[in-house]
């Protein structure tokens, strides 16, 4: 299946459009590992054997996935190629004898010893965004080699410079690969397969293309804002701002009609566009003269760029940029229709507390976050609750009131990788037609994936929401009215990350946007930071960047592996080799009492909740271990030299007196985390940033502090009956 773009339509197309432009193409004469090897190792690209996973996703070197420093799948088979990508070879005898030993190896390439260079785009770490606040700058970096990675992110492999030096990384989720290996087709990791983008597969004469000189550490103007010859960046608001500008300028003038031609002339066909449209509001247009014009006659002018364009048009009372007009009109607009009431009894009267009630203690129409770290799985256990739901099932001992309906917003996962775990998922549920039926008219998977979308935008160098964006969205989602609307994964919605608290209150303001107008849950799933990460905290700010989500949003979900001794000794039951578990915690629910955490155990594509079991004894021990930690942390505090996790660890047998371990006050901190009576927050010191820990002080003394209301006397009662 194709969806008929060239690559002068790859070229000009958005960073996420080209992810998964088209389907990828695995016709092969021979679709053996060794084949594959074989096939590469005649284009003079030395390949070596990584160990790759199993059915279930495990790594088959046999190493839990949790393990620190492991890449399940994608890391040198030690048994074949006991030195890593050192070892790698085009030598054919070589090459059979590992893969005879080991047919289900995967593939490796070795970067440097093939002559390439590769750019590694990881959207889970903000790659796309990085990669489009790059293109913007400084054009596309385009390859005619692509592949499409395990993870949802993209390799696009360029020819290296035999004498160059390269840059390690440009931004965040842009790494630059040259004295290392990446993997390749066909081979499987834990969260997907490696391949070759169609239409840049390398084993269909595809050849890498010369590397951007954004990539060379040595390259001169590596920030120049033109392109070779001199030609500006033109990126696609640079044309919507250009239709905007043409607006305020007459295409009557002949002058003035071939001087727009001329500057528009060197980006071919979307300039052309442009020229065209607005050519044709003069009564004097014709299109075939356009185009004879066009072909013929315009030169692109040796000092003139776009840039007079939107000098001609500010000269004639041009606004500025169309996005930044359009959200300025819709805020005057909005502000010119508010009117200020005085507050009614009829209002008293109504008004209710909370929200409207989605499933009982856990989802609220307002908004919701969900974090955890790459690989939980946390996208695969939303379709599963939003099976469940859809099912009108209970979910994790909660009920729903009636069948719920979700919508899924992807810009990670394709659709057709959602389905086919929706399908699995069934399967294991055994579903039966009619069953499967009401999943596929309460569950709609929306897949944007390969669509630049945003909900959020700078506009005066502001994050506000995307008006036009966020009405394009409801508009598609109005006439399926969901209970649950979530958004995968919430970074790929906003600005990117470079701007920390604003990008997340930008997100947040048009996340609130949607909930007003669906009266529904909706959520966005979001990555946790790398310290939280391995230190599976568990409190509402253990997701990555700043606090503003999880100050803004209302509920947090926070998910988190456990090993298996952790699950055995959080619920007393063992996992067996095809389980793995998590806990899944609660830490911010607005509009009910704090929640439980729920141990849930994953077997394939079903998920079980576990309860907990903690004997007596061992929870006074731990109880009294936590007392002490926190009476340090508060101590410490209150004297104005708050500790850092660091400072616990290193100092455990002083601040101690030698009476806990180093694991027990580890553990101890860990729980204060999880249960909200200690958060981590970055403090400014001489030296930069320390993430020091905060004890939450709420004290029943001090309870008198607070405005607490006491029982309303009788006249009260008298008074509030007439509203009731």
């Known amino acids: 299946m194709k969806f008929g773009f060239n690559n002068d339509d790859y070229r000009s197309s958005s960073p996420a459009l080209r992810k998964q432009l088209t389907l990828v193409d695995n016709s092969s004469p021979d679709t053996t590992n060794l084949a594959y090897a074989l096939r590469y190792a005649a284009l003079g690209w030395h390949v070596l054997p990584v160990w790759g996973v199993d059915d279930v996703g495990r790594c088959r070197c046999g190493k839990s996935g949790s393990a620190d420093g492991h890449k399940p799948g994608k890391h040198p088979h030690g048994k074949l190629v006991p030195h890593g990508h050192q070892a790698a070879s085009v030598d054919e005898d070589v090459i059979r004898q590992w893969f005879t030993d080991d047919p289900d190896a995967g593939i490796g390439l070795s970067l ?42 993209e390799h696009r492999v360029f020819k290296a410079d035999p004498n160059g030096s390269y840059e390690s990384t440009l931004g965040a989720g842009l790494d630059v690969k040259h004295n290392g290996y990446i993997c390749v087709e066909p081979t499987r990791a834990a969260e997907g397969v490696y391949r070759w983008a169609e239409g840049a597969n390398p084993l269909h004469g595809r050849a890498p293309s010369e590397p951007p000189r954004l990539l060379s550490k040595d390259s001169a103007g590596r ?47 979307a300039g052309y566009a442009v020229w065209v449209e607005w050519s044709a509001r003069s009564g004097k ?39 930044k007009t359009q959200t300025q009109k819709r805020a005057v607009a909005s502000l010119e229709a508010f009117v200020l009431e005085p507050l009614t009894r009829a209002e008293l009267r109504d008004a209710k507390l909370n929200p409207r009630v989605v499933l009982p203690h856990m989802l609220y129409a307002d908004v919701r976050t969900r974090i955890a770290a790459g690989g939980v799985g946390k996208t695969t256990l939303a379709l599963y609750e939003a099976i469940c739901v859809g099912l009108g099932r209970e979910l994790w001992g909660r009920a729903p009131d009636r069948p719920m309906r979700t919508a899924i917003v992807t810009r990670e996962d394709a659709r057709e990788t959602l389905a086919a775990r929706m399908r699995e998922i069934m399967k294991a549920m055994e579903l039966d037609s009619e069953g499967i039926d009401l999943v596929l008219s309460n569950v709609l998977l929306m897949d944007l994936s390969a669509v630049s979308y945003r909900i959020s935008a700078v506009v005066g160098d502001v994050v506000l929401p995307h008006v036009d964006n ?58 946790s930071g790398k310290a939280n990460a391995r230190e599976k905290t568990l409190d509402q700010y253990s997701g990555r960047g700043g606090s503003a989500l999880a100050d803004g949003a209302r509920m947090v979900c926070v998910l988190a592996p456990l090993t298996p001794k952790e699950w055995q000794d959080a619920t007393g039951e063992p996992l067996d080799e095809s389980e793995s578990g998590m806990v899944m915690a609660m830490p911010k629910m607005s509009y009910c009492r704090p929640q439980k955490e ?90 930069g940033a320390r993430a020091v820990l905060e004890p939450i002080i709420v004290d029943q003394a001090d309870r008198s502090q607070y405005s607490i209301p006491g029982e309303p006397g009788e006249t009260q009662r008298e008074v509030f009956a007439g509203l009731e």
């Open 223 to 269: 920030y120049s804002l033109t392109e070779r010859g001199g030609v500006p960046v033109a990126t696609a608001q640079t044309f919507e701002d250009l239709r905007s500008a043409l607006e305020f300028v007459d295409s009557d003038e002949y002058d003035v009609w071939a001087k727009v031609g001329n500057v528009l002339k060197p980006y071919g066909e």
């Open 285 to 323: 247009f014709s299109s075939g003269e356009a185009r004879k014009k066009w072909d013929r006659d315009l030169t692109p002018p040796d000092t003139q760029t776009f840039k007079s364009v939107f000098y001609y048009a500010l000269q004639n009372k041009w606004p500025g940029s169309a996005l």
């Open 598 to 687: 729920l141990y849930i155990k994953r077997r394939g594509y079903l998920f079980y909740q576990v309860a907990a079991i903690v004997e007596p004894a061992l929870a006074d021990v731990q109880k009294q271990i936590e007392s002490s930690v926190y009476g340090v942390i508060h101590e410490e505090w209150l004297k104005n030299t708050p500790l850092t996790m660091q400072d616990l660890k290193g100092n455990f047998k002083a601040l101690f007196y030698g009476q806990l371990k180093r694991d027990d006050v580890t553990d101890a901190v860990g729980r204060l985390r999880r249960d909200g009576k200690v958060v981590q927050r970055d403090s400014r010191g001489g030296k």
């Open 112 to 153: 440097e010893a093939s002559g390439l260079v590769a750019l590694d785009i990881d959207p889970r770490n903000g790659g796309n965004e990085s990669l489009a606040e790059l293109e913007a700058e400084h054009g596309v970096l385009f390859s005619e080699v692509s592949a499409l990675t395990q993870g949802g992110g």
């Open 470 to 527: 966020l009405d394009w969205l409801i508009k598609h989602l109005k006439s399926f009215k969901p209970d649950w609307l979530i958004l995968d994964p919430l970074v790929s919605f906003g600005v990117g990350e470079q701007r920390v608290n604003d990008a997340e209150q930008g997100l947040i303001e048009a996340m609130r946007i949607l909930k007003k107008e669906f009266d529904c849950c909706v959520e966005g799933i979001h990555h």
